[in-house]
Nanobody
Framework: AQVLLESGGGSVQAGGSLRLSCSVS?????VGWFRQAPGKEREGVAR????????YYADSVKGRFTISRDNAKNTVSLQMNNLKPEDTAMYYC??????????????WGRGTQVTVSS
């Protein structure tokens, strides 16, 4: 079974930066980052086609977050800059095979916590 493992979460002040990493076992067509804050629904943050490198972002993070992949290391990273308190959430990495839409993801990591203080 495919396994995803997130790392890099932590606590920062508003305006700071964090870099999340997702280690993916085996090939996957698309990798995404999602987040879920307490009392809120899970939302897609960014996704990337692992072959082409094409990326998609939620409007709330455009210009601040960057998703990238290193296929040689089977890792996908999420660079988060200019963090805001509303970015506070549990962040999850997920993998998709046949398509790359927000609804395509079937394999999930356990998550890493990001906390942004004002």
């Amino acid at each position: 079974a495919q396994v995803l493992l997130e790392s890099g979460g932590g606590s920062v002040q508003a305006g700071g930066s964090l870099r999340l990493s997702c280690s993916v076992s085996g090939y996957t067509y698309c990798v995404g980052w999602f987040r879920q804050a307490p009392g809120k629904e899970r939302e897609g943050v960014a996704r990337i086609f692992t072959n082409s490198g094409n990326t998609y972002y939620a409007d709330s993070v455009k210009g601040r977050f960057t998703i990238s992949r290193d296929n040689a290391k089977n890792t996908v990273s999420l660079q988060m800059n200019n963090l805001k308190p509303e970015d506070t959430a549990m962040y999850y990495c997920a993998a998709a095979r046949g398509a790359c839409t927000w609804d395509s993801f079937r394999v999930w990591g356990r998550g890493t916590q990001v906390t942004v203080s004002s």
